[in-house]
């Protein structure tokens, strides 16, 4: 009679983390083994960099604050700062950017 499906074992089961490369060891620290695995998996041979996030996520936040200003126009600045994790001179500069340009959209013919 064979073992059920579920107590077999695999050869997933011998991976030991400690003996994966630094990175995969990070990964695992973030997101766990069953995802790294299918990460390694979905992108064999793949070099991947991550941008700071800083840096990816900028454009979304300047959107956002855009937005938000936009529909909101009372919202406090120092509120959009301490959310988006940006300055609030870099909030002021975003919403001042916008404004000169909807200004400029406003005299075009």
């Known amino acids: 009679m064979t073992a059920p499906q579920e107590n077999k074992a695999s050869w997933l089961d011998y991976i030991h983390i400690e003996q994966l ?20 998996f979905q ?13 990816l996520f900028l454009p979304a936040k300047e959107k956002y604050i855009r937005d938000t200003i936009a529909k909101y126009p009372g919202t406090d600045r120092r509120r959009l700062a301490l959310e988006t994790g940006l300055s609030e001179r870099h909030v002021y500069t975003v919403v001042s950017e916008s404004q000169e340009r909807e200004k400029q959209q406003g005299f075009e013919f």
């Open 21 to 40: 490369p630094e990175d995969y060891q990070l990964l695992v620290r973030i997101i766990g083994l069953d995802l790294t695995i299918k990460v390694a």
């Open 43 to 55: 992108l064999p041979k793949v070099h991947l960099y991550f941008k700071s996030p800083e840096k």
